[in-house]
């Protein structure tokens, strides 16, 4: 259970940096490249610490 909350840890980190960038890609008209990086990115990262957590 201690290696758990790291792992955890990390990945509520990931996510938010990951929509972060989901949001400055809105934002910014431009870089909508980033938007879609941001949410490929939040989505892999969602998906891995589901599949973690359940196992």
């Not at 980190?13 to 890609?25: D, E, K, P």
């Not at 909508?32 to 359940?54: E, N, P, S, Y």
């Amino acid at each position: 259970m201690g290696t758990q909350r790291p792992m955890i840890a990390l990945l509520v980190a990931l996510l938010l940096v990951w929509l972060v960038l989901v949001v400055v890609g809105l934002a910014v008209k431009g870089l909508f490249w980033l938007f879609v990086v941001g949410v490929i990115l939040f989505l892999a990262t969602a998906i891995v610490g589901w599949v973690r957590k359940r196992v």
